[in-house]
């Protein structure tokens, strides 16, 4: 690992210590927030002593991020503006991270302070929203072409529909469990202790003079906790390595703008993903040419070899490809390459990557073929999209210190302040199943969803139903939070970036 770093001067050793440092401290905030969501409920009922419980958090959390894959994390990066992602190296590209990072630590510091569970998905979110649009404004472009769009609905939808998601499942669960679990007919013994499920801490203390949930009660409380906890690290702990890894891709490009760890085989595939594209943008050139060029509108007005000319265009495909194959056709591995054609090839397997995705949602392009570039796609970005284990061991340990140091302030806000009465056993557990399956599908899927907005939104479908009522000050603190965090952290980042590119 060290020796990726060998031939960086001080200076930029120290940039890049802060930089990673930063990286780090936003994720201990998101565990401040998010993962003090997983642990609220499970302490809150008293099934596991704080300490125990922020450990099982601290450790699935790691797991999840361990397994979870990348596809969240690169999908929060790919929110970029094009010019900058493919320029990530140079000062513009520092000062977006730096802006970024800087945006999402105040917002989410100051409403950590204060107890209110606002979202970290929504802050990083708006905060790679306002780069994008203080970009466009300082190059005068249009500002529907600095946003990706497709992507940015995408995400937004799934970050507006989970917490809704979130609502009625966790109402339906309570509705089921108080029409069937204690059904008429049972005998009175019975009936008497199904119904614990639906007592508070403190009404099971005063009734029995029992701090702790009845044994299987206590058992789904701990594991639907672990659940949240996993599903948090598969999702939010994405988020962290897509940002450490622009981190690194920006201050020493050398090591990190593309896998040196490639094996053979990766090139390879890589290699044959360009030649398959090639042909097949030949073999479809007709209806195509519109989207991608005519195949001879190749421009040799750009060197090869110097790429500082290029920007990258769907019209100008064959371009693209003739320069990805001049690049990996003779290529085994990255280390052949000098700093600048590792630069080279991640802005043209990405601008290729970005092409493929285009052509596959045209509407004349079968579903087969779809699948097709799809799986070409992923053989492309191989090599690109990635994180070394160090990293993502890097980013589940923050999130665990951060949940260490300040879980309390979020957890007692979930535990007590969104329901008019306490949380019973069977809210916590509804919300927290609720909770684990959402997050967990929405990672396997790749979509960037909100912990915080899930599982609250959970907790107050279940006080809804059950008949509670939810603490109207509570929701709407929260609510009010949810509405800002978005246009604040727009601002933030936006206003910090514009400086930024003042001064350089």
């Known amino acids: ?11 930029t050793i120290i940039l890049l210590v802060l930089a990673l440092f930063f990286v780090l401290f936003y994720e201990a905030i998101n565990g401040f927030h998010d993962t003090a969501n997983a642990v609220a409920t499970v302490i809150y009922t008293r099934a596991l002593k704080e300490q125990l419980a922020v450990f099982m958090a601290g450790m699935f959390n790691f797991f999840g991020v361990l397994l979870g894959g990348l596809s969240v994390a690169y999908a929060i990066v790919h929110l970029l503006p094009t010019d900058l992602l493919l320029n990530v ?39 790679i929203i306002g780069v994008a649009l203080a970009n466009a404004f300082i190059m005068d472009t249009s500002i529907i072409d600095a946003l990706n769009i497709p992507k940015m609905i995408q995400i937004f939808l799934s970050l507006i529909i ?23 007919g049972q005998s009175k013994k019975r009936s008497k202790k199904r119904e614990r499920i639906f007592m508070t801490p403190e009404q099971r203390e005063k009734l029995y003079g029992k701090k702790k949930p009845p044994f299987w009660i206590r058992i789904m409380l701990i594991i639907s906790a672990a659940g949240v906890s996993f599903s948090h690290g598969a999702n939010d ?9 622009l981190v690194l891709m920006g201050i020493a490009p050398a090591g990190f703008i593309v896998n040196m760890g490639a094996s053979t085989y990766e090139i390879t595939n890589t290699r044959n993903a360009i030649h398959n594209i090639e042909e097949y943008f030949i073999t479809h050139n007709d209806e195509l040419n519109t989207v991608i060029g005519k195949q001879s509108a190749v421009d040799t007005s750009i060197p090869v070899n110097d790429l500082n000319q290029y920007h990258c265009d769907y019209s100008r495909s064959f371009t693209t490809l003739g320069i990805a194959n001049n690049l990996f056709n003779k290529m085994n591995d990255y280390g052949s390459l000098n700093v600048d054609q590792r630069s080279q090839a991640r802005r043209i397997l990405l601008c290729l990557s970005d092409t493929v995705s285009h052509v596959a949602k045209q509407p004349n392009v079968p579903a087969e073929d779809k699948q097709y570039l799809k799986s070409l796609n992923n053989d492309l970005l191989k090599t690109v999209e990635y994180a070394p284990v160090w990293i993502i061991i890097g980013v589940a340990s923050a999130l665990a210190v951060g949940t260490m140091i300040g879980w309390r302030r979020v957890a007692v806000t979930i535990g007590e302040k969104i329901g008019k009465k306490g949380m019973t056993y069977a809210q916590g557990v509804s919300a927290q199943i609720t909770t684990a399956l959402s997050i967990g599908i929405a990672s396997y899927t790749g979509m960037p969803v909100s912990t915080t907005q899930v599982l609250s939104s959970s907790v107050a479908g279940t006080m809804i139903v059950d008949g509670g009522g ?23 980042s936006g206003s910090l970036f514009w400086l930024a590119q003042k001064l350089i």
């Open 1 to 11: 690992m060290f020796h990726l770093f060998a031939d960086l001067d001080f200076s």
């Open 89 to 127: 190296s140079s000062a513009h590209g520092l000062a977006m991270v730096f802006s970024i990072l800087f945006a999402a630590i105040i917002w989410n510091l100051g409403t950590w302070y204060v107890g209110i569970p606002a979202s970290s998905s929504h802050t990083l979110i708006g905060a």
């Open 237 to 245: 702990g994405q988020k962290g390595i897509g940002l450490l890894m």
């Open 470 to 492: 939810v603490q109207s000050k509570t929701i709407k603190n929260i609510a009010l939070t949810w509405i800002l965090t978005l246009p604040i952290s727009i601002l933030l």
């Open 162 to 184: 989970s917490p809704v998601v979130g609502l009625v499942i966790a109402g339906l669960m309570i509705f089921l469990l108080r029409k069937y679990w204690t059904r008429k």
